[in-house]
């Protein structure tokens, strides 16, 4: 199954005085590349994240946001007695000296910061270990909810692709069509061209003209590029099953198809009638391979 790099998962858990929220979202990457944002006295859990997203995906940016609620019940404050009364003692000479009114309040000391802190942020195994409870079954969740999505994403891109692989498969039989009498069609245009432009070397030299002609123009065969690329066109096809780097995989595949397009359009450049026809099927190849090339960088 063809999967999207493209996705987020979100989901929370809960317990007594305790919610837990994982939000994963994940964009296109050429490997697994993990960036998680925790609260930082629970950074503990972070490598479990790593673990579980790094077991479930092969490829892909991830950027884990982990937001954890804990009310504890015997959570006490501390104040700052020191650092207050310097704050009491320069509003005092402030007061004095300036037309400044009012008085320390309560408010204004939470505000200020190392006035107000909590006492106790230790927590004991036991709360460690049902927080880390919470963290993994969010985390779970996140994971095959994002999962799902890179699913369905992963099949709208293959329908995308197998739409253009099909107009591929057109102009590579409308190339094949042509190729057949392409030799020939050359042949006679090289012979017509000299003949034209030197008709006494002609009248003397027809038979080794026809042969030098028919050389270049055996040079010109397309009909293996044709070939190539019907056969590359095969692989790409077989690659729709695969559960490993798949998207890898295609766009070599698609680096190839275009080398051999690339090769029919520089061996019928300059070339009238037939020539040109090949040519342009050629172009609308390359057209809809670099089409596909943005689609496949998507595809884990």
Same mark, same amino acid.
């Given at each position: ?6 996705? *987020? ?15 994963i ?6 490997y697994? /590349? ?7 006295e ?7 994240i790593r673990k579980?997203?790094?077991a479930? *995906?092969?490829?892909?940016?991830f ?10 019940? /015997? ?5 700052? =007695?020191?650092?207050i +009364?310097?704050y009491? #003692?320069? =509003? ?5 000296? *300036?037309p ?12 200020a ?10 927590l004991?195994?036991?709360e460690?270990?049902?927080i ?5 079954e ?6 095959r ?7 369905? #994403?992963g ?22 069509a042509?190729?057949r009498? *392409?030799?020939?069609?050359?042949r ?9 432009l030197?008709?006494?070397l ?5 038979? +080794?003209i &026809?042969m #030098?002609?028919? =050389?270049?123009?055996e040079?010109? /065969?397309?009909? #293996?590029?044709?070939?190539?690329l019907?056969?590359?066109? /095969? ?6 099953n695969?559960?490993?780097e ?8 698609l680096? &190839? ?7 029919v359009l ?32 998507n595809?884990?």
């Amino acid at each position: 199954m063809i999967n999207s790099m493209t996705g *987020f998962g979100s989901a929370r858990a809960e317990a007594q005085n305790l919610t837990v929220l994982v939000e994963i979202k994940s964009v296109n990457h050429r490997y697994i /590349d993990t960036h998680v944002k925790m609260p930082a006295e629970f950074q503990t859990f972070e490598p479990a994240i790593r673990k579980r997203i790094a077991a479930a *995906f092969r490829r892909g940016r991830f950027d884990v946001f982990a937001r954890i609620d804990y009310r504890r019940e /015997d959570v006490r404050l501390e104040a700052n =007695l020191g650092l207050i +009364r310097a704050y009491a #003692e320069l =509003l005092d000479t402030l007061k004095r000296d *300036f037309p400044i009114q009012g008085e320390l309040t309560m408010d204004m000391l939470s505000r200020a910061p190392g006035l107000i802190s909590v006492a106790g942020l230790d927590l004991g195994p036991e709360e460690m270990e049902r927080i880390g409870r919470a963290v993994e079954e969010a985390t779970g969740n996140a994971i095959r909810q994002l999962a799902r999505m890179r699913a369905v #994403e992963g099949e709208s891109l293959m329908a995308d692709v197998e739409q253009r692989l099909a107009a591929i498969s057109g102009y590579v039989e409308t190339i094949h069509a042509g190729a057949r009498e *392409f030799v020939d069609h050359y042949r006679e245009q090289l012979i017509r061209r000299v003949t034209e432009l030197a008709p006494q070397l002609a009248a003397e030299s027809g038979h +080794r003209i &026809e042969m #030098e002609a028919l =050389l270049h123009a055996e040079k010109s /065969d397309i009909t #293996e590029e044709t070939t190539r690329l019907r056969s590359h066109l /095969d692989q790409f096809a077989s690659l729709k099953n695969l559960k490993d780097e798949a998207g890898k995989r295609m766009d070599f595949i698609l680096q &190839e198809m275009n080398r051999e397009a690339t090769t029919v359009l520089s061996k019928t450049s300059g070339l009238h009638e037939r020539g040109a026809a090949i040519g342009q099927a050629a172009i609308e190849i390359k057209v809809e391979i670099e089409k596909l090339r943005e689609q496949v960088q998507n595809i884990e």
